[in-house]
Each structure stands twice: as structure tokens, then as C-alpha cells.
């Protein structure tokens, strides 16, 4: 494998929406303290490892990632994360936070990205009550509920000139006010910001103000992404197939040889998101199949996977897979095994032959009659399908 192809990666974390926030733990029993332990007042230390197993490798670039986060998170300073989407920006701010001296207060996500300009000024600050029309009652924002902890701001670059102004000015002087009043809240959150674009060039483009840059990037760290980091993709298989499995009860058999060839060529342009959707893709339609090359180029939505049937397979025909069906007892699993075919791919061609008139329905062992749903299933491998875009941090 290339060089060039090897080296870093991005979160699970949730693909599409995390919370606004994540809620303060409990504060753990006292030593002594009768009653049994609940998961959201376990002390920290237990909760490090989640995020911790998907972010690191034993890759060069991730060893000194490692290092540089853990010296960063003993510090307040603020942290600016780089890298494309889906290389773990988000759970790298996890990480941080969790190692930090305020792990014990909130960690709060703001993707600025989702939020109108004329909405997230009162998502930062909080407003007053009648501050604008629909305020009602007073609110706090995200600075205010992250006192203490850990305030994210994903995708900084989106906002605006005039919000990173305001922005600027709170990292400066550590106080704000809420839209609408007039007392100074002193500032004690921790920041950390991420983006995948470069800010340097936003700067230079006059769409950053390079004074707030600074101030970000007290801290800066890269995440390489996955491509550059191949070497890591056995440790995250099996971390990612782990959660899987937890979530949903369904497992992911190990890639043969040649499924790892496959998976180890393909550059993952989605990053570590992309790897977890595939995943969680083969759990869900092909949980007993083995994870060779026909099953990791279907997963991966190839032009060459068995999704657009090569030549080869268009000459069977009817007839002759009847005959060979009859000698296998009507076992699709072992006729399939024959015929070099994914099983469910083999299951699809025997719905479709009985649908089309190929032969009798009654002719299809009852083993195969599930295939009759095969069809929505290959419509939702099209790269162009929402369930194939790899959605922002």
C-alpha cells in the first residue's frame, strides 16, 4: 500500500445531530455510601476509555496526537481541532473534556453551522426576558450552562464577521453579557473549537478575523484523516464494531484476506464516519456473510461489487442455478458458496427469476423467499442515497 495512504481518522461520535449539551454527572456516592453504582455517576475515569478507543491508533500520527491532547487537556488554554470531516473532532473535544480539571461540569456542543446568524448570537450569550420578540423568559446560553467545563464550538469558520467579533471579545476580556441586559457575566468555560477548513486561508481570504484565530489557536492539532493512517484500521474495526454490536445486538464477522485488501485500498473519503457507516451497513443487511471482497465492495457501494452483477454472473440462467439448487438440497447458503456469490445477492437473483417468470415460485425453497426484499435493499446502496453522505462534524 502506498505510503501516502497511511495514517489518521475521525468520530462515530453520532453521525448526524449531537446534543446541544451534555448534562452535568451526578456527583459520585461518598466512600461508605450505601446503594449500588449507577453508569451516570461513575467516576470519570471509567467514562475516558469510550471516546479514547476511537480516537487513538498505533499509528506515529496518532501516538503523538495522544500526547499532545493529554498535555493540552491540563491546561485552560483554548484548543483549535483541524481536519476533514469525520476524523474525530468531535470526540477529540470529548476527550479533552474528560481529561480535564472540569470534567465534572458540562461539555456543550454548539455547531455553528446550524444556526442562523440571527439565532446563535442568543445560543452563545442567553438573552433576557422581551429582548426580542419571541424571547419570553430569560435564557442562558451555551458560555453561561458551560461554566466550568467545556464549551465546543464545531465549525467555527461559519461564523460571521460580526459574531466573531463578539466572540473575540469574550476570549479577551472573559465576560459577556446576555442579548437584551446589561449585567456582566464573568466567562469560566474552557473553549475548544474545531473546523475543516483551513483557517489560514480563511484569513487570508478575509472571511476570518486573524486576531480570533489566534486566540483559538493557543492549541492547534491536526487530525490526519484515515487514509494517511491504514495501519490503525484494524483497532478501529473492532472498537467500532464493538459499540455496534452493543447498540444494535448484531455482529460484524472479521474481513478475510482479501476484505481487507479491499477496505485497505479504498482511500475513505468519509473518514472514520464512513468506516462506521459501512460497518454498521454490513451489520444490518449481511450480519452472517463473510466480510471477503465481494461483501466489502458491496458495503463500500462499488461500481464493481455484485450491486452491478459483473458479466460473469448475468450468464447464469435459470435453468441450470435450478438444477444445481435441486443437488444442493436447496441450501442457497451452500449454493452460493459454490458459485463464488454473497448469499443475498444469490437470494435476490431467485426473487427476481420468480417474479419475472424465470420459473415457478413454488420452485424457490422457502429459504429464499426472504430475497423478495432484496430490491429495496439494493436501491439504498446508491452512492447518491442520503444513508451514503457523509454528513458534517
Request: glycine share 8%.
Amino acid at each position: 500500500m502506498a505510503d501516502h495512504r497511511r495514517e489518521n481518522i475521525e468520530g462515530i461520535g453520532r453521525a448526524t445531530a449531537d446534543p446541544i449539551f451534555v448534562p452535568r454527572r451526578a456527583p459520585p456516592k461518598r466512600r461508605g455510601e450505601a446503594g449500588t453504582t449507577n453508569p451516570r455517576t461513575e467516576p470519570n475515569r471509567s467514562r475516558r476509555s469510550e471516546p479514547l478507543r476511537l480516537v487513538w491508533g498505533s499509528s506515529a500520527s496518532m501516538v503523538g496526537l495522544r500526547a499532545r491532547v493529554e498535555r493540552a487537556a491540563a491546561s485552560d488554554c483554548s484548543v483549535l481541532l483541524t481536519g476533514e470531516t469525520g476524523t474525530g473532532k468531535g470526540e477529540v473535544a470529548r476527550v479533552l473534556h474528560a481529561l480535564s480539571a472540569g470534567s465534572a461540569a458540562r461539555l456543550v456542543h454548539v455547531n455553528c453551522a446550524a444556526l442562523s446568524p440571527t439565532v446563535i448570537e442568543s445560543e452563545l450569550f442567553g438573552h433576557e426576558r422581551g429582548a426580542f420578540t419571541d424571547a419570553s423568559s430569560r435564557r442562558a446560553g451555551s458560555f453561561e450552562r458551560a461554566e466550568g467545563g467545556t464549551l465546543f464550538l464545531d465549525e467555527v469558520a461559519e461564523l460571521s464577521l460580526n459574531l466573531q467579533a463578539k466572540l473575540l471579545r469574550v476570549l479577551h476580556d472573559r465576560r459577556y453579557e446576555r442579548v437584551g441586559g446589561g449585567v456582566t457575566l464573568a466567562m469560566g468555560a474552557r473553549v475548544v473549537a474545531a473546523t475543516n477548513r483551513p483557517l489560514s486561508a480563511e484569513v487570508a481570504a478575509g472571511r476570518f478575523r486573524s486576531d480570533l484565530y489566534y486566540r483559538l489557536a493557543v492549541v492547534e492539532l491536526k487530525l490526519p484523516p484515515l487514509r494517511h493512517r491504514a495501519e490503525d484500521l484494524p483497532d478501529l474495526i473492532a472498537e467500532i464494531t464493538r459499540r455496534i454490536s452493543v447498540r444494535l445486538g448484531a455482529g460484524v464477522s472479521v474481513p478475510t484476506r482479501s476484505g481487507w485488501e479491499v477496505l485497505g485500498r479504498h482511500l475513505w473519503p468519509g473518514n472514520i464516519r464512513e468506516l462506521a457507516n459501512v460497518l454498521e451497513r454490513v451489520a444490518v443487511f449481511w450480519p452472517e456473510e463473510a466480510f471477503d471482497e465481494r461483501l466489502a465492495l458491496m458495503a463500500l457501494g462499488s461500481e464493481d461489487s455484485p450491486q452491478c452483477l459483473p458479466p460473469a454472473h448475468d450468464v447464469l440462467d435459470p435453468a441450470t442455478v435450478r438444477t444445481r439448487l435441486a443437488n444442493c438440497s436447496g441450501n442457497v447458503s451452500r449454493l452460493a458458496r459454490e458459485l463464488g456469490l454473497p448469499r443475498s445477492t444469490l437470494r435476490y437473483r431467485l426473487a427476481r427469476w420468480a417474479d419475472g417468470g424465470g420459473w415457478k415460485e413454488s420452485s424457490v425453497p422457502p429459504s429464499a423467499v426472504r430475497a423478495q426484499q432484496l430490491p429495496l435493499f439494493e436501491s439504498s446502496f446508491r452512492p447518491q442515497n442520503p444513508i451514503w453522505r457523509a454528513e458534517s462534524d
